[in-house]
T-cell receptor, first 112, second 110 residues
Framework: QQQVKQSPQSLIVQKGGISIINCAYE??????FPWYQQFPGKGPALLIA?????SEKKEGRFTISFNKSAKQFSLHIMDSQPGDSATYFC???????????FGSGTQLTVLP | EAGVTQSPTHLIKTRGQQATLRCSPI?????VYWYQQALGLGLQFLLW???????NRGNFPPRFSGRQFPNYSSELNVNALELEDSALYLC?????????FGPGTRLTVT
């Protein structure tokens, strides 16, 4: 059973545009929601994370929006750059069971 | 500050053999997690070690095992290798919630 659903599978954005990736979760016990960026041949790098008591968190060009009632969260990349072209994963974990449940990933391509 | 390191980078084994993968966490981190990233299956949780103890394991058979040493480094062992074990094995470390990943070990089973 996939507990974190991520969409879209792939996304093409023009340089300077806004990239939006969405995730939905089923388990209401999840209380930590990070986003990771992965380049080919590299391990995932932690970008930004949020907890359910906050509806939005911004770090530089990256913003997480969180909707607890809808059980959804999204990543917005403002002013997207070709260097942002990578695979992005959302994830979730719950309480003391800290292992991450990952979404299926979104391959982002930013055209120059 | 050094990040999570993993060795070897690549590992090629034959079906039925055993593989040993190693991970050194970020200094000060006490938890180590292992994930499998197989083509088409995404990132799946394997094992979590904290303070030398196995805290949780994912939905993988018992031939996947590991341990954490007193210096918090960790080892993942995969016995009786099968072709579908071919994947990128990622180690992450954390002190609390934030997990930081290493570059992974690419295991190929032929």
């Amino acid at each position: 059973q996939q507990q974190v659903k991520q969409s879209p599978q792939s996304l093409i954005v023009q340089k300077g545009g806004i990239s939006i990736i969405n995730c939905a979760y089923e388990n209401t016990a999840f209380d930590y929601f990070p986003w990771y960026q992965q380049f080919p041949g590299k391990g995932p790098a932690l970008l930004i994370a949020i907890r359910p008591d906050v509806s939005e968190k911004k770090e530089g060009r990256f913003t997480i929006s969180f909707n607890k009632s809808a059980k959804q969260f999204s990543l917005h990349i403002m002013d997207s750059q070709p260097g942002d072209s990578a695979t992005y994963f959302c994830a979730a974990s719950k309480g003391s069971a800290r292992q991450l449940t990952f979404g299926s990933g979104t391959q982002l391509t930013v055209l120059p | 500050e050094a990040g999570v390191t993993q060795s070897p980078t690549h590992l090629i084994k034959t079906r039925g053999q055993q593989a040993t993968l190693r991970c050194s966490p970020i200094s000060g981190h006490t938890s180590v997690y292992w994930y499998q990233q197989a083509l088409g299956l995404g990132l799946q949780f394997l094992l979590w070690y904290d303070e030398g103890e196995e805290r949780n394991r994912g939905n993988f058979p018992p031939r996947f095992s590991g341990r954490q040493f007193p210096n918090y480094s960790s080892e993942l062992n995969v016995n009786a290798l099968e072709l579908e074990d071919s994947a990128l094995y990622l180690c992450a470390s954390s002190l609390v919630a934030e997990q930081y990943f290493g570059p992974g070990t690419r295991l190929t089973v032929t």
